[in-house]
């Protein structure tokens, strides 16, 4: 889950990060009473979920509070890098005497934390790494023990800092990383890293993204996370636990693990089909679960005429065939429509046998041989 650059400021404020003087805003008018109690220019970001914002037309400056009001008027509501522009965060304009980026994330190579940090600042990481790789400087962190002072203050000292600067970020790497391993990012960000005119070092933008996975420990962005997705199907499926993923085809997929679905949709193309979607339900399947992701596909179905069968595949080794049969029973009953189903059943033999006899007269036509079932669902699509 990505944060908005305005919760990732809250938290580094939390965990004594320096931020510009600022507030978030959804109206010209609370533009313009944010600038006059700055009392001083103010930048105007766009808050939305994605990078690149300042060469889009995301982030403007204004000298005064009317400049404040009529540029936020503009941008509200405008669409910026396929996102709609809902709030703006108004700042006061730092007094920039240099930039610098660092930031926090996993190495997938090692499973370790890694800070990273650059001479070079305000433009995306991968530019400089291939501009200037000798600005860059990183190293992993051990999860035990954290980001501790001098080990801060070894890498920062490789990309030419020096005497106080060095110090205090130092200090702030190792509070980052208290954001990084508090919050269970997967990166924890400042880019820029303002040092000002007068000597203090200020998070002049924030990235945050937090593991979905660690969401239970946070609940009050667990709600949030299903809000911000924009698509209805893939909000609906996470509310039911299962995964989708919207295709362009005529054939509604799922299957019970992420690749199994996949090679699912690679028999599909190969056997000349479109899949139209792409719904994973993961492993040790409940009843609930089950009905959940048959339930979907069914309402996808009743919705969209493009789809012409449903296409099932559910591998028994853990999963109970009672479960599978009966979240599958219940969606259909529950859900009315005449698009055709085909559900593959393999796995233990005895799961499979039970499986198909909970289903035996049930509107699923039932398929244990993968090409087979496979191949129809294809010429019933046609």
Not at 28 to 37: N, T, Y
Not at 127 to 142: G, Y
Not at 248 to 265: D, K, P, Q, R
Request: glycine share 10%; hydrophobic share 40%.
């Amino acid at each position: 889950m990505r944060l908005y650059e305005y919760e990732g400021k809250e938290i580094f404020k939390k965990c004594g990060i320096a931020v510009p003087q600022g507030a978030l805003v959804r109206t010209g008018e609370e533009a313009q009473q944010a600038a006059i109690k700055i009392d001083r220019e103010v930048v105007i970001k766009s808050q939305i979920l994605t990078g690149g914002r300042g060469k889009a037309g995301g982030i403007k400056i204004a000298k005064t509070a009317d400049d404040a009001k009529k540029i936020a008027q503009e941008m509200l509501g405008m669409e910026l890098k396929g996102c709609k522009v809902n709030s703006l965060l108004v700042e006061e304009k730092l007094d920039i005497a240099n930039e610098m980026y660092m930031g926090i994330t996993v190495d997938d190579k090692n499973g370790e934390p890694t800070a990273i940090v650059s001479a070079e600042g305000g433009v995306e990481i991968e530019e400089v790494a291939k501009r200037n790789p000798e600005k860059i400087a990183s190293s992993s962190i051990n999860p035990l023990y954290g980001m501790r002072v001098y080990e801060a203050v070894n890498l920062i000292r490789q990309i030419g800092l020096t005497g106080k600067t060095l110090i205090s970020t130092s200090k702030i790497l190792c509070r980052l990383y208290d954001v990084f391993a508090s919050y269970d990012a997967r990166i924890a960000e400042i880019n820029p890293l303002v040092i000002t005119n007068e000597g203090e070092m200020v998070a002049g933008d924030s990235r945050c993204e937090i593991d979905d996975h660690s969401l239970f420990r946070h609940p009050e962005w667990q709600d949030l996370r299903i809000q911000r997705i924009d698509n209805l199907w893939e909000r609906e499926g996470v509310k039911g636990g299962v995964n989708y993923v919207g295709l362009e085809g005529n054939i509604a997929v799922m299957a019970n693990g992420a690749g199994l679905t996949m090679s699912l949709l690679d028999t599909i193309e190969d056997e000349g089909g479109r899949p139209a979607c792409f719904l994973d339900t993961g492993g040790g399947l409940s009843k609930e679960r089950m009905k959940n992701g048959v339930g979907l596909l069914l309402r996808k179905a009743k919705s969209d005429p493009r789809i012409k069968v449903i296409l099932l595949m559910v591998r028994m080794m853990v999963s109970p065939p009672d479960a599978v049969a009966e979240g599958i029973i219940e969606a259909t009953k529950e859900v009315k429509v005449k698009t055709p189903i085909i559900a593959i059943m393999r796995g233990r033999e005895l799961y499979q046998k039970r499986a198909q006899e909970l289903l035996k007269g049930s509107e699923v036509n039932l398929y244990s041989d993968i090409g087979e079932g496979t191949r129809e669902a294809i010429r019933i699509a046609r």
